[in-house]
């Protein structure tokens, strides 16, 4: 299936040979991220690493918010960029606590080619227990015959990851029960490229869409990578998940340190 673009509200996509702004800043992962980045800000940072730098965290770069809302939800959402080896890596998730007074549907943009929306959830009691009922649609759809998903918290916490085959961008999504709250995890790991021209493939895809696919749907390797860097400098907001694939289960510690018992 073709990759949908989702245009940057601020400017028209253009072609890879069309000069590109480096002003420009890429679309947060929700509406609430109040966090907005520039190749400037990538290149200005530059200057200050060295090609062979590890790994490090750029604390210039990185910030973190929280608010509640009128209908009692809690969104509490962290920014991180790293530099390893000469790239840039980020890391944006998003942690939303949605209430039984919750009446919008929350909508979170991986890249310019796929987004999620979750509705609006529906509180009950079974058996003397909380119960959550939600519906769940990816664009482009995981499944084209079965575009909207349902999950019911009897069903245990709900998982998935989504690979970008254009740009360098995996994004994961975890829905769970949380106290009186239905809790929504939305985390994309990206790899920004070498901060060093507004034309680079990896920034302008992310940028603008504009690119061709060239990774397999289910290659986590950059997901690994992040989620490796993270718990490497103890950064908050890392945690396990093991998530089912048609290539198998796939877990992120497993991939980096083996698995427990080999």
């Known amino acids: ?68 809302s009128r209908e009692n939800c809690h969104y509490e959402w962290l920014n991180e960029i790293y530099f390893q080896h000469g790239t840039f890596i980020q890391r944006q998730q998003m942690r939303c606590h949605l209430s039984d007074r919750t009446k919008e549907t929350e909508y979170f943009t991986g890249c310019p080619h796929q987004s999620i929306r979750i509705y609006p959830p529906k509180f009950g009691y079974k058996n003397d227990k909380l119960e959550i009922q939600t519906r769940i649609n990816n664009n482009p759809p995981r499944c084209p015959i079965h575009p909207m998903e349902s999950w019911n918290s009897s069903q245990g916490p709900y998982t998935q990851i989504v690979v970008c085959t254009i740009c360098h961008s995996d994004a994961e999504c975890l829905l769970e ?61 890392i945690h396990e998940v093991t998530h089912q694939t048609p290539n198998g289960p796939f877990n992120a510690r497993d991939e980096i340190y083996g698995r427990r018992g080999d």
């Open 1 to 68: 299936m073709a990759l949908e673009r989702l245009t940057h509200p601020t400017m028209k996509a253009q072609a890879p040979d069309t000069e590109v702004s480096s002003a420009l800043t890429l679309l947060p992962i929700h509406h609430t991220v109040n966090y907005h980045l520039s190749q400037d800000h990538l290149a200005c940072i530059r200057r200050q690493f060295d090609s062979r730098t590890d790994t490090d965290l750029v604390e210039s770069l990185s910030c973190n918010d929280k608010h509640i």
């Open 177 to 237: 029960v949380n106290g009186a709250y239905l809790k929504i995890k939305y985390t994309c790991y990206r790899d920004l490229g070498p901060g060093t021209s507004p034309t680079d493939s990896k920034w302008l895809a992310l940028l603008t869409g504009e690119g061709s696919p060239h990774r397999q749907k289910y290659e986590l390797k950059l997901y690994a990578r992040v989620w490796g860097i993270g718990r490497r400098l103890r950064r908050p907001g």
